[in-house]
């Protein structure tokens, strides 16, 4: 009894998908050396079709791009030496109103297309970063958070950069929360600073050139509309914190600018 049994155990202990993690999601895209590992486990090489899972810290390699698509419907696209961790992630069709997704970008850049989880409760889906936590109403857009060595490679500002492409972000920390809409760009440098918005690239996003597929055309699709937008509507907007942590305008901001 016991000979047959044995297997069994050893089985049940070393694997993943036994552990808390549950299924996310699985890979769409993978090119070049992109890896996910759930904690006390090992390293696992992503391919096409590879799972995905709540828990799992995901990485890009230098010349890495990836593709995700959840449960819930949403996709993922992550740049190049990119660290994303999967948080929390919980989604069952029979209960939408019940999922929730948390994710961290600690490096590097995304684009994402929101899917059930946040069409049926905003408040259950966030993306935390070192700068702020991205909360959405529904939307497709990119983030990239510009570290130390992003600085010293493309000697941009450090902080976090991004575009919304379809819909409307909430961007928030201790003393900024401001609503950012469809074709606009933001960047913040970190606590106490202000929040920029305007309609044209930053710099960093020129060097760039892309942020990933447009993950509402296809994976064919590379562009960011309104990339090589007229630099005449250029809105350096600046969101400021207040003693009251609210938003107001900067004194250099023209009236009825701010979205």
């Not at 044209?200 to 562009?223: C, I, R, V, W, Y």
Request: aromatic share 8%; proline share 6%; glycine share 10%.
């Amino acid at each position: 009894m016991i000979k047959w049994l044995l297997p069994i155990v050893v089985a049940v202990v070393f694997s993943p998908s036994a552990m808390s993690a549950g299924k996310a999601g699985h890979v769409l895209l993978s090119v070049g050396n992109n890896t996910a590992q759930l904690p006390k486990s090992d390293v696992r090489q992503l391919k096409r079709k590879s799972e995905i899972y709540s828990l799992d810290s995901i990485a890009t390699g230098p010349k890495g791009r990836l593709q995700i698509r959840f449960t819930d419907g949403s996709r993922l696209s992550l740049r190049p030496d990119t660290l994303f961790n999967v948080e929390e992630y919980r989604f069952s069709k029979s209960k939408p109103e019940d999922g929730k997704s948390v994710y961290r970008l600690l490096k590097g850049g995304l684009r994402t297309l929101t899917g059930a989880i946040s069409d049926n409760n905003k408040e259950s889906y966030e993306v935390h970063t070192p700068i702020a936590t991205i909360g959405v109403r529904g939307t497709h857009y990119t983030l990239f958070y510009c570290d130390k060595t992003c600085q010293e490679t493309t000697r941009a500002q450090m902080g976090l950069y991004g575009y919304v492409l379809e819909g409307e972000i909430v961007v928030g920390n201790k003393s900024i929360r401001a609503p950012i809409q469809m074709g606009r760009y933001f960047f913040l440098g970190g606590d106490g600073s202000n929040l920029k918005i305007r309609q044209t690239p930053f710099k960093l996003f020129e060097l760039l050139q892309d942020m990933g597929p447009d993950l509402m055309s296809g994976a064919g699709n590379n562009q960011i509309p309104a990339l090589n937008a007229n630099e005449k509507l250029n809105l350096n907007l600046d969101v400021t914190p207040n003693q009251g942590g609210a938003n107001t305008p900067s004194p250099n901001r023209g009236p009825n600018t701010y979205p």
